[in-house]
């Protein structure tokens, strides 16, 4: 693998080139939000962006997609699933890279789920070390950052004034190859290293993961369930925004003729009365406690023990889209110091 | 790759009226291959699917030796169970399954065995009454205790005469009620009247257990009580799912997948789990 110093002006050449035989997405800004969304000049890109509205996920699984479609007795299968174009995701941060490893093991690992492959397999993966750590980051405690986990084909980082482009894959050096930049030097990962050690030192929250996993689940009963129980408003934002949360309903729609419709799948969250709901008006979790307790067990704690990694990746997201500010690092540390 | 949130065409190929609102689906692949290769261990369940209406998880019924057709009894509670039960012979529906884990037939040999069940709880335990009639010397003592509300809410009691008649097997009966004119020579009370009476013992049983929650949760305690022990006691659960490959994530129950790691626990893994009332 080859790793490529390039000036700022550069960054211009490059994605001209990748939109040359890709579909580009990056972070975008929108409003004092960012979110990734489809570029076609590196004039789009807000690279210093703090994280996304939504997590990219929704790139892999949509927050709403058809399963099939009917008509009176005939079922079609979705065979284009995905543009034939190759696509690039641009710009993600290592909290996001290391989600993509909890959901590969959640769609790929049991079974595979066909749309998720192709999507993922379609995608190449452009890493981008953060600039600046936002209020609501706590990867580094999560052990998910500042440095990006594995699973890119090239890693961006601004080193000042210039990017070092790093390869990971066959695809990802084949890229940068065919730029023409320059091959980086010892003194150009240096400076990565000074940008890694100025974040570290920039983290305002954090986990203290050390035997969290038996922490959580040895106190259901505990008092921080109903504390927090209380001001959930049970919205569901915490887990639309969530990169790791996976859940979805499986719905069907039938046109207004009655002969044809589709069957979808839609994203769902735990935080909702219905998600535990069985016949006859039954309920596993009717209560809120119950329901934030899941949410955040599963992020904590349950997630290790399905897939032998910590489903929550620090990305602070579920924080910020918090209406009454409920703060999973805060629930992680009330577990921890308040008795039960 | 087989797209595993593809159904596949079953024929209807018989419908059995088990109580007023509970019927029992005799079912074939029309693909061959497909019904062939169907075979699932007792306590498995099955999707049903209706395009345009929905889709909903259920055990499957009939015996594990049948492998001509397969069978589900349904109980209309709701959207989808309500448009299955407008089905009749020949129609067709999408079937996919099966899914989930069984009953441990493979710890039950020579074990004697008890069921206790309730309601519309009987037909996940069913293949193994029927595995156990046809592999008899393999077991020990069967005990089947079964409580519905009333007596028209037995499920399969066109069958119960031939339990009977097993080999050393006991079949028990009670509803909570009888109504006013119906005759009933049986228990009246709760599931675990009958466990007052029951003649298996401890020692060298297993007790598998299937109904509404509730049920489940006197059972266990009144079996503990009796000399049982946690690692001797399974339950099938009931949960809401939408895939049944544990993906959709509804059905988790603190750090299981009802549908892939149950719906069949041993009351030991599940102990102390949140959200669940037994």
Redesign the interface.
């Known amino acids: 693998m080859t790793n490529f110093i390039m000036p700022e002006e550069g960054l211009e050449h490059l994605i001209k080139t990748l939109c040359g035989s890709y579909e580009v997405f990056g972070p975008v800004r929108k409003g004092v939000e960012c979110s990734f969304e489809k570029i076609t000049s590196a004039k789009d890109l807000w690279l210093d962006y703090p994280t996304t509205i939504l997590p990219p996920k929704k790139f892999f699984t949509p927050p709403r997609e058809t399963?099939?479609t009917?008509k009176e007795?005939k079922?079609s299968?979705i065979e284009d699933m995905i543009p034939e174009e190759r696509q690039i995701l641009l710009g993600v941060h290592s909290c996001d890279m290391a989600s993509f490893t909890f959901l590969d093991r959640?769609?790929l690992g049991?079974?595979?789920?066909?749309r998720y492959?192709r999507r993922r397999n379609n995608f190449l993966i452009f890493a981008l070390t953060c600039k600046k750590v936002s209020e609501t980051c706590f990867c580094q405690s999560m052990g998910t950052g500042p440095e990006a986990p594995s699973g890119y084909d090239v890693l961006m980082t601004d080193i000042g004034g210039r990017y070092l482009l790093e390869a990971s894959s066959s695809g990802g050096n084949a890229l940068l190859g065919s730029l023409g930049f320059q091959q980086a030097t010892v003194e150009d990962f240096e400076a990565k290293r000074g940008c890694l050690e100025s974040l570290k030192g920039q983290f305002k929250k954090a986990v203290n993961r050390s035997g969290l996993v038996e922490l959580a689940?040895n106190n259901?009963e505990h008092p921080v369930w109903k504390k927090y129980g209380n001001i959930c408003v049970a919205c569901g934002q915490c887990a639309m925004v969530c990169p790791t949360c996976?859940?979805?309903?499986?719905?069907?729609r039938?046109d207004l003729s009655?002969q044809s419709?589709e069957?979808y799948?839609e994203w769902?969250v735990?935080l909702l009365l219905e998600?535990?709901?069985?016949?006859?008006g039954?309920n596993?979790?009717k209560s809120r406690d119950?329901r934030l307790?899941?949410f955040m067990?599963?992020n904590l704690?349950?997630g290790v023990?399905?897939y032998n990694l910590m489903k929550c990746v620090g990305c602070g997201r579920c924080i910020k889209a918090c209406p009454v500010q409920i703060d999973i690092t805060e629930i992680a540390r009330e577990l921890r110091e308040v008795s039960s | 790759m087989k797209d595993p949130y593809e159904r596949d065409v079953a024929e209807i190929l018989g419908v059995q009226l088990e109580t007023s609102n509970t019927k029992t689906f005799v079912m074939k692949f029309l693909d061959e291959g497909r019904q062939s290769n169907f075979s699932f261990i007792p306590g498995q369940f099955i999707v049903i699917s209706i395009p345009g209406v929905g889709e909903a998880m259920f055990s499957i019924s009939s015996s594990t030796s049948n492998h001509e057709n397969f069978s589900t009894t349904i109980r209309n509670v709701g959207r989808v169970t309500g448009m299955i039960h407008k089905y009749n012979v020949g129609d067709r529906i999408l079937v996919g399954g099966p899914y989930g884990s069984g009953w441990p037939m493979g710890q039950l040999e020579g074990k004697d065995i008890m069921i206790v069940t309730g309601g519309i709880g009987l037909p996940s335990p069913r293949p193994v009454i029927n595995y156990i009639n046809e592999h008899r010397r393999d077991f020990g003592s069967l005990e089947i205790l079964y409580g519905t509300r009333t007596p028209a809410e037995s499920v399969f009691a066109w069958e119960q005469e031939a339990w009977r008649k097993m080999e050393s097997t006991r079949l028990a009966l009670c509803v909570d009620y009888v109504p006013e004119g119906v005759q009933w020579e049986h228990k009246v009370g709760v599931v675990t009247t009958l466990c007052e009476e029951m003649v298996t013992k401890p020692r060298n049983a297993v007790a598998l257990i299937c109904g509404p929650e509730v049920m489940m949760h006197f059972v266990v305690l009144d079996l503990l009580k009796r000399g049982f022990h946690e690692d001797q006691l399974y339950l099938s659960l009931e949960r809401r799912m939408r895939c049944g490959i544990a993906q959709c994530g509804h059905c988790q129950l603190g750090p299981k997948f009802v549908c892939k790691d149950g719906p069949v626990f041993r009351y030991s893994e599940i102990m102390g789990l949140p959200d669940c009332g037994i």
């Open positions: 399963i099939f009917f007795d079922i299968k959640v769609f049991f079974r595979s789920d066909p492959l689940y259901q996976f859940c979805f309903d499986v719905k069907d039938m009655l419709g069957r799948r769902d735990c998600f535990a709901e069985v016949a006859l039954g596993f979790r119950a307790r899941q067990c599963h704690s349950y023990m399905q």
